[in-house]
């Protein structure tokens, strides 16, 4: 992978950590998380209106991952009702890279370096091994947690079959965050109303900067994807929590045990091999 974009992935890698430190700190997530959206889609409908449609083939993508975004945008909040940042983050981002390589392979017909498999099995097996807790993994939200890797692991090879169909990876990602930014109001209006939706309160406008953060993180992956092979891609990403591992501990009173460290360090070992 080139050096550029593997300094591009890492720098998403931090700005995904950063907004979900912010969502695990909030006190009603659920309503944190569609305020987000709210805000990515305000931003990518006036982006859109400067932009092309992507190709037409692109839109059943668009669409779909729209969708799968909702659906991890609830589980995320589900597993954070009572684990912290430091297990279910990397639980939930663990679990993935695997299932993308997996899923690159089968419908995209990549092909995958014996590094670059080895580099994915270094970061998958470090992150997934920052969720024990001693030598047992005693997660309640544990099945939220995985059933958000399947979700990450679903909408990132769609979006990556679906920005190279558009023939513009940067429209194509304005587009679909603009259909999940506006199908997740709706799901939120559907689970409670629209008065405690659109209601002022403390909070705001942190979620409302969230929300930006989160869209750029995408469209730097997104544009990666677009360039380098899914699997690698997903996998260096996923380095994100190294960066929630400390910002847990900065600022959410988390512990960073030497095992967690030691952990960072194997997740750190798969980045260089795959970049």
Request: aromatic share 10%; with cysteine; proline share 4%.
């Amino acid at each position: 992978m080139p050096l550029h974009l593997v300094f591009l992935v890492l720098f998403a890698a931090l700005l995904h950590a950063s907004w979900n430190a912010m969502l695990r700190g909030g006190a009603d997530r659920l309503w944190s998380m569609t305020i987000m959206c709210v805000a990515i889609a305000m931003v990518c409908a006036v982006a859109a209106v400067f932009m092309a449609p992507p190709a037409a083939q692109s839109w059943g993508y668009a669409l779909l991952s729209a969708l799968l975004h909702v659906g991890y945008n609830l589980f995320l909040v589900r597993s954070y009702r009572v684990g912290d940042l430091g297990q279910i983050y990397p639980i939930s981002r663990g679990s993935s890279p695997a299932l993308i390589a997996l899923g690159a392979a089968l419908f995209v017909g990549e092909t995958i370096t014996a590094s670059e498999l080895l580099g994915i099995g270094l970061v998958s097996g470090g992150i997934i091994s920052l969720a024990f807790r001693g030598r047992s993994l005693s997660v309640p939200s544990l099945p939220y947690a995985l059933g958000t890797g399947c979700f990450i692991a679903a909408y990132s090879v769609v979006d990556g079959i679906g920005a190279r169909l558009s023939g513009a990876p940067l429209a194509y990602t304005v587009w679909m965050s603009a259909l999940w930014g506006m199908l997740m109001p709706a799901v939120y209006i559907g689970l409670r109303d629209a008065r405690s939706l659109f209601s002022v309160r403390p909070g705001m406008f942190t979620a409302v900067i969230g929300g930006l953060v989160s869209l750029l993180a995408y469209a730097i992956v997104i544009y990666a994807m677009n360039e380098a092979p899914l699997g690698a891609v997903s996998a260096l990403r996923e380095t994100s929590v190294l960066f929630a591992a400390l910002l847990g501990s900065l600022f959410l009173g988390e512990r960073l045990t030497v095992r967690r460290m030691l952990a960072c360090v194997v997740i750190a070992s798969g980045a260089i091999i795959i970049g």
